[in-house]
């Protein structure tokens, strides 16, 4: 069975440092991996997807997320925090080869970015 | 336009009653879930759509049915409802099974007193 680790509940960071967000996952197979983030009373918008190819994956926002294999990881990570980029961001993986279509959520990470 | 629109937004009710929650999609999708999250934000898949045909049904109490009367629309009706029954249901839909992420509703809270 799939699974996915998030193992901060919530990461701090000051406006205009780096923020990364971990991530690590358990599937049978190549891993489908994704990024969502959620606002408050709002549904989950899609941020960024590891299929295949480049292990450096960017997506909306400016965020970018790295594939690695070896410690099935995908974290998640902005080079320079917006107060804006407050929110429940939540890792999910899936896979063709381990209860295809179940996309299994991790169970978020709030991140506070302050001014 | 919404892409995935659901109604209701927010429903408060009594233990006991049935209620529906309705979702749409604009899409073009052909997979449409249900996700429930929990007061701790957990979320949790109860039941997958591919083509108005069930795809995925977990373990889920059989006081809740879907439906899919067409690939845009997959409705949610709950029988009996409880306590913990109380929680924000998503909607979502995909371009297909095995093609990439969820475009997600706005949710739809319940609260069953």
């Known amino acids: 069975a799939q699974s996915v680790a998030q193992p901060e509940d919530q990461v701090n960071v000051a406006e205009g440092n780096p923020l990364t967000v971990k991530c690590t996952y358990s599937v049978s197979g190549n891993p489908y991996l994704f990024w969502y983030v959620q606002y408050p009373n709002r549904g989950l918008q899609f941020l960024l997807k590891y299929i295949t190819g480049d292990n450096l994956v960017k997506g909306s926002y400016g965020f970018e997320a790295e594939f690695n294999k070896s410690q099935t990881s995908f974290h998640l990570k902005k080079p320079s925090a917006l107060v804006s980029d407050s929110a429940l961001y939540f890792c999910a993986v899936s896979s063709p080869t381990d209860s295809w279509g179940k996309f299994q959520f991790g169970a978020g990470t709030q991140v506070v970015v302050t001014p | 336009d919404t892409a995935v629109s659901q109604t209701p937004k927010y429903l408060v009710t009594q233990m006991g009653n049935d209620k529906s929650i309705k979702c749409e999609q604009n899409l073009g999708h052909d997979t449409m879930y249900w996700y429930k999250q929990d007061s701790k934000k957990f979320l949790k898949i109860m039941f997958s759509?591919?083509?108005?045909?069930?795809?995925i049904n977990e373990t889920v109490p059989n006081r809740f049915s879907p439906k899919s009367p067409d690939k845009a629309h997959l409705n949610l009706h709950i029988n009996s409802l409880e306590l913990g029954d109380s929680a924000v249901y998503f909607c979502a839909s995909s371009p297909g099974i095995d093609t990439g992420e969820l475009f997600f509703g706005e949710g739809s809270r319940l609260t069953v007193l």
């Open positions: 759509y591919n083509n108005k045909e069930l795809i």
